[in-house]
């Protein structure tokens, strides 16, 4: 089945450090591809998305790009701000209409000033 | 506007009681979900719901029911609930096309659930 892997956290940086969080994905398809963030006793934002390959997401200053080849959709900002503390969540859809959104396991990352 | 909204924020209940979430969405969307988020885990599908109809139970436990009662509306009826599912139960809504871009799930705020 559908699964996503993303890189262990928690990630802990100092402010305006670049940052990168690691997701690669299995689908038999070809999944739409997201980035949510939770933020403390809140539920799930839309961060960025991805429909194909080489699409490259943005919002906020967050970048992912859909790379086919080697099934990854890493989330990269240049200068992170402590704002940006929370739990980032990659996920995929396959096929159209209503469909299960497949999660990957979360990412804690916590930015010091 | 994207914007799913969830009542109650937080909720406490016995064992034996009945409660009742509730999500609304104003976006047009016709496929509305719930999911379960343990705390420290990714969200876990529970139900999804496309035009007002049932498509998809993820094996829930029947104490566990959701209604669609219209289009911008779904409930979760809460009955002889136990300790291990007190969660946070997240309601997200979809446009529900046959376009890949307009299927974006966006999310409500959740209810946080303690069952004692």
């Known amino acids: 089945g559908d699964s996503v892997t993303q890189m262990e956290g928690p990630v802990t940086l100092s402010e305006e450090a670049f940052l990168t969080i690691n997701c690669t994905y299995t689908?038999?398809?070809?999944?739409?591809l997201f980035w949510y963030v939770q933020y403390p006793g809140e539920g799930l934002q839309l961060l960025l998305k991805?429909?194909?390959?080489?699409d490259k997401g943005s919002n906020k200053g967050f970048e992912a790009t859909y790379r086919k080849e080697t099934t990854s959709f890493h989330l990269e900002k240049g200068s992170v701000q402590v704002s940006d503390s929370a739990v980032y969540f990659c996920a995929l859809s396959e096929g159209q209409g209503a469909q299960k959104l497949v999660f990957g396991q979360g990412t804690r990352l916590t930015i010091n000033p | 506007d994207t914007e799913v909204t969830q009542t109650p924020k937080h909720l406490v209940m016995g064992m034996t009681n009945k409660k009742s979430l509730k999500c609304e969405q104003h976006?047009?969307?016709?496929?509305m979900y719930w999911y379960k988020q343990k705390a420290k885990k990714p969200p876990e599908l529970m139900f999804v719901y496309s035009y007002e109809k049932l498509s998809i139970n993820e094996s829930v436990p029947s104490r566990f029911s959701p209604e669609c009662p219209n289009s911008s509306l779904l409930n979760l009826h809460l009955h002889a609930l136990q300790p291990e599912d007190s969660a946070l139960y997240l309601c997200?809504?979809?446009?529900?096309?046959?376009?890949?871009?307009?299927?974006?799930?966006?999310f409500g705020p959740g209810t946080r659930l303690t069952v004692l």
């Open positions: 997200a809504s979809s446009q529900h096309s046959a376009g890949k871009d307009l299927d974006t799930q966006y």
């Open positions: 991805a429909t194909k390959a080489d």
């Open positions: 976006m047009g969307h016709r496929a």
């Open positions: 689908a038999t398809g070809y999944p739409s």
